[in-house]
């Protein structure tokens, strides 16, 4: 089982930038390599787990390289790290090397762009649970919405790697086809589906491709091309698992429609936290218990970040 | 340079083998910072809140990033003084650090259940009184801020204490924490820890609702260091010098320099809260950093610089 090979050791690691990619408008990959204990810690990362990276030493961009959303708080300062999952993560030799897809969004992944080779980071890590493979799974079904795509790029190579008999299918959404964080321009390709992402064909993995404004492939939510596929679909619900990462709402409709489906599902969950090491105890989940109407709070960083789909009390609060 | 210096201090009447806490909130219960540092290198060790029934804690987001500091809204979660007692205080006792248990409570009644029963276990050294949180509806601050209220709390839990340490924790935004300070100590602290978090408020101005759920949440973090300075020693001069009750001092402290001007301010002992989620590791190198300091200042012991506070500026500047 996956589960079982998830990283025992865990740390505070310096690692040494090898890359940092534009991939295109606010969407960069970050390639970290780690060496010595850091390396060996990391190599074990599953699918799903993240690490926190202290970014507030790092740099600010030049005032042209800022986007006019951010003038405003480019400047503030950044106390708390700031938690990233694996869009892959690479073992050669005694170094193990990471890759982290993110997007611009605030004072700290600004501050993430300027990051140059050879620079150094501080990542504590790998933190949490990541995804798991049931017995008896046959079909894994990966949908992500934006950038929830990274981590489901780490859960394909794995799934691909040591599961061979398992079929693998990738859905990946976003508003429009701009807003999509893979490096192939999909409006040049607008209406053709499968294999049509490099991200997931490397690995032999289809994948369909969804926007809300159709943009790029299926018109409307991710959600409907799912439900659309699973429609279509013979062997719905046997022997499949759904891997979901995105926003939250995205994944509550994920849930609701594997609870339809009989299909299981594994949700990766968003928080806002401080330490990622369940210290803070910031980071809740709002889950229900069995047998009972009372919901408790777990901790993303420690519980999760990934959960069982039908574990989340979706939309209780 | 001296070779030999004493950083052992004597905190009332228990030996700590240096003057470093990990304060409450800020390192769960012990455990959960082992992959990180080595917890008995610590002088002190402070739980995070207990409670007599266990506590969801409060609705997310809980925390939010400020410029130097962030608030929390967590809540008091735990899992409530059996489970603790049953789970947490097996590995606390193997612990060579001493360890000091949060109590907190909506009535007095639920303080003084829950310092009963710790009053027996040989793994704590002492309690300290949670009568200053800012985030729970009933109890914690309105216990703090009236000086009724804190003889009331404080005299009702140390006759059921027995031989642990009492440490009162005090708010910070009241008219005089001198006069706070006087009554617990009056009323039977052998201890005061100061300060904790300010009542503060983060607003989205997109929504113009407040970032947190609970609506208000505890500043902490570099940004409320100042102050702390300045009122631990304000109660320093006011209350407990003439006294002999010694001040765990905190607020900000994330680096030695901080924490040997809070020594200076008049603490015995200093604690680390916020600096953790950023560095687990943090307090360790803050031991060695203030054996450092007092080599470097022929410091012998590091008592020769609690309260060392020279009266005047310098006429010459």
């Given amino acids: 089982m996956l589960e ?3 990283a025992k050791k865990r740390g505070n690691f310096s690692a040494t930038v090898c890359a940092n990619k534009q991939i295109r408008e606010r969407f960069y990959r970050l390639v970290l390599e780690f060496s010595g204990e850091g390396a060996e810690a990391f190599a074990k990362t599953g699918a799903g787990q993240f690490a926190q990276l202290d970014l507030s030493d790092t740099a ?9 959303d951010l ?4 400047e503030r300062k950044i106390l708390l790290r700031r938690p990233f999952s694996f869009a892959d993560v690479t073992t050669k030799g005694n170094k193990t090397s990471v890759d982290i897809l993110y997007c611009v969004i605030g004072p700290a992944t600004l501050r993430m762009t300027t990051l140059s080779a050879k620079e150094s980071v501080s990542v ?12 008896g799974t046959k079909t894994a079904l990966l949908v992500s919405g934006g950038m929830g795509a990274g981590p489901l790029q780490h859960l394909a190579k794995v799934l691909t790697s040591d599961f061979p008999d398992i079929d693998v299918i990738a859905f990946a959404g976003a508003r429009s086809a ?14 053709q589906l499968g294999f049509s992402l490099p991200e997931f064909a490397k690995y032999g993995v289809e994948s369909l491709v969804a926007t809300d404004d159709g943009s790029a492939g299926f018109t409307g939510p991710v959600t409907g091309c799912l439900s659309e596929w699973l429609g279509r679909s013979k062997s719905a619900g046997k022997g499949m698992v759904i891997y979901s990462c995105g926003p939250e709402a995205m994944l509550a409709r994920v849930a609701e429609i594997a609870k339809e489906k009989n ?6 969950m968003e928080r806002r936290m401080a330490c990622g090491i369940s210290l803070c105890q910031s980071c809740a989940v709002e889950c229900r218990t069995t047998g009972s109407n009372e919901t408790v709070y777990k901790l993303c960083c420690q519980d999760g970040p990934v959960f069982d789909g039908s574990e989340v009390a979706w939309g209780i609060e | 340079m001296s070779e030999e210096v004493d950083i052992s201090v ?5 030996r700590l083998a240096n003057p470093v806490f990990t304060a409450s909130g800020t390192s769960g219960y012990a455990d959960e910072l082992g992959d990180f540092m080595d917890v008995s290198s610590l002088g002190g060790f402070i739980t995070k809140s207990i409670t007599v029934k266990p506590r969801k804690g409060n609705a997310t987001p ?11 809204a967590i809540g008091w979660a735990n899992i409530g003084l059996d489970a603790f007692i049953d789970e947490k205080l097996g590995a606390l006792e193997k612990l060579s650090c001493s360890v000091f248990v949060n109590i907190a409570g909506e009535t007095i009644d639920e303080y003084v259940a829950v310092a009963e029963r710790l009053a027996g276990e040989r793994a704590i050294a002492g309690l300290e009184l949670n009568i200053s949180c800012p985030n729970v509806e009933l109890g914690g601050i309105s216990f703090g801020t009236e000086p009724e209220q804190v003889a009331e709390v404080t005299s009702a839990v140390k006759k059921v204490s027995g031989d642990k340490v009492l440490m009162v924790k005090l708010p910070p935004a009241v008219t005089n924490v001198s006069v706070i300070a006087q009554v617990a100590v009056d009323s039977g602290a052998d201890a005061l820890s100061l300060i904790n978090t300010f009542t503060a408020m983060v607003i989205d101005i997109e929504t113009r609702k407040p970032v947190l759920a609970n609506r208000t949440g505890g500043l902490s973090g570099p940004a409320i260091k100042p102050i702390a300075v300045y009122l631990v020693n304000k109660v320093y001069e006011e209350v407990t010098k003439s006294l002999g009750i010694p001040i765990l001092g905190m607020g900000g402290i994330r680096t030695v320099s901080d924490a040997i001007e809070f020594i200076i301010a008049g603490a015995s002992a200093v604690a680390v809260g916020t600096a953790n989620f950023v560095d687990p590791g943090c307090t360790a190198k803050i031991v060695e950093g203030i054996k450092k300091y007092c080599a470097g200042k022929n410091i012998s012991n590091v008592k020769e610089l609690v309260g060392s506070l020279e009266a005047e500026q310098d006429a010459a500047n």
């Avoid at chain 1, 003038?71 to 480019?74: I, S």
């Avoid at chain 1, 299909?263 to 990766?268: K, L, N």
């Fill in chain 1, 4 to 6: 079982e090979s998830l």
């Fill in chain 1, 60 to 68: 600010l961009p030049s005032v042209e390289a800022i986007p006019d």
């Fill in chain 1, 71 to 74: 003038a405003d708080v480019a």
């Fill in chain 1, 124 to 135: 504590l890590g790998p933190l949490g649970n990541g995804f798991w493979v049931p017995d």
């Fill in chain 1, 178 to 191: 701009e807003a999509l964080p893979f490096e192939r321009r999909l409006d040049e390709i607008s209406q």
């Fill in chain 1, 263 to 268: 299909i299981d599902c594994q949700v990766s």
């Fill in chain 2, 10 to 14: 004597e905190f009332a009447g228990i």
């Fill in chain 2, 62 to 72: 809980r925390i939010v990033e400020t410029d130097s500091g962030m608030l929390n």
